[in-house]
């Protein structure tokens, strides 16, 4: 059964406020995933893409241990019509989102990620601890035929730092995975092949 925008948006609105996450398939059409998931490897062809840093210092040591993908944040200065789209998107979200949830979101910042095969991110929470103008994440899948075997799964702790219990969710090109940003602790399983995502944070002004 084909799901409308209008009920992907009033779905993932219900998980929020029920769970505190939401999952969304199909959050954008096959053909501009496709297109999001080239933009992403022609970035990273022609040095664009960036190891990524931890934490608040962006020219912080990049560490393998910690953290193995690379970035590249979203210049709406320079966007494609498929970026144009996803931000479209997010802009109608980030209004039913205020006028659900009275959350003052104020903008959104924006990444394309590559993870390379055995690439991880651990346990970490998306809101600073000096900073709490991230209140909602979004990460939407650019991962084309991903099967469970690929690994590379989002885990997302549902009490605070306990191990237990979590949930996993599968890096499927077009899903979209949203929770509260100073709520929930998550990691990036290692992959046996390269993933692909948009990550996008929802924040209340500085």
Same mark, same amino acid.
């Not at 962006?58 to 019509?81: Q, T, V």
């Not at 909602?136 to 991903?146: F, K, M, R, T």
């Not at 996993?168 to 077009?174: C, H, K």
């Given at each position: 059964?084909?799901?409308?925008?209008?009920?992907?948006?009033?779905?993932?609105?219900?998980?929020?406020?029920?769970?505190?996450?939401?999952?969304?398939? &199909?959050? =954008?059409?096959? /053909?501009? +995933?496709?297109?999001?998931?080239? @933009?992403?490897?022609?970035?990273? %062809?022609?040095?664009?893409?960036?190891?990524?840093?931890?934490?608040?210092?962006?020219?912080?040591?990049?560490?393998?241990?910690?953290?193995?993908?690379?970035? &590249?944040? =979203?210049?709406? /200065?320079? +966007?494609?019509?498929?970026?144009? @789209?996803?931000?479209?998107?997010? %802009?109608?979200?980030?209004?039913?989102?205020?006028?659900?949830?009275?959350?003052?979101?104020?903008?959104?910042?924006?990444?394309?990620?590559?993870?390379?095969?055995?690439?991880?991110?651990?346990?970490?929470?998306?809101?600073?601890?000096?900073?709490?103008?991230?209140?909602?994440?979004?990460?939407?899948?650019?991962?084309?035929?991903?099967?469970?075997?690929?690994?590379?799964?989002?885990?997302?702790?549902?009490?605070?730092?306990?191990?237990?219990?979590?949930?996993?969710?599968?890096?499927?090109?077009?899903?979209?995975?949203?929770?509260?940003?100073?709520?929930?602790?998550?990691?990036?399983?290692?992959?046996?092949?390269?993933?692909?995502?948009?990550?996008?944070?929802?924040?209340?002004?500085?």
């Amino acid at each position: 059964m084909y799901t409308t925008t209008t009920q992907k948006t009033e779905q993932l609105i219900a998980g929020i406020a029920e769970n505190g996450y939401a999952v969304i398939e &199909h959050f =954008l059409p096959p /053909a501009t +995933i496709a297109t999001l998931a080239s @933009e992403a490897k022609k970035l990273q %062809e022609i040095g664009e893409m960036h190891r990524a840093g931890t934490g608040q210092n962006s020219a912080a040591k990049p560490d393998d241990s910690i953290r193995g993908d690379f970035i &590249h944040w =979203l210049d709406e /200065a320079s +966007i494609s019509h498929a970026q144009q @789209e996803y931000l479209q998107r997010m %802009e109608s979200l980030r209004e039913n989102l205020n006028r659900n949830f009275y959350l003052g979101l104020f903008d959104i910042e924006s990444h394309f990620a590559i993870y390379p095969p055995g690439a991880i991110y651990r346990k970490h929470l998306d809101q600073f601890q000096e900073n709490k103008h991230r209140q909602v994440s979004c990460i939407l899948y650019l991962n084309d035929a991903w099967r469970h075997e690929n690994g590379g799964q989002l885990r997302l702790y549902l009490d605070g730092e306990k191990p237990m219990p979590y949930l996993d969710f599968e890096p499927v090109g077009g899903t979209m995975v949203a929770f509260l940003s100073g709520r929930f602790y998550h990691e990036v399983l290692p992959a046996k092949q390269e993933r692909l995502s948009l990550t996008g944070w929802f924040r209340t002004r500085a």
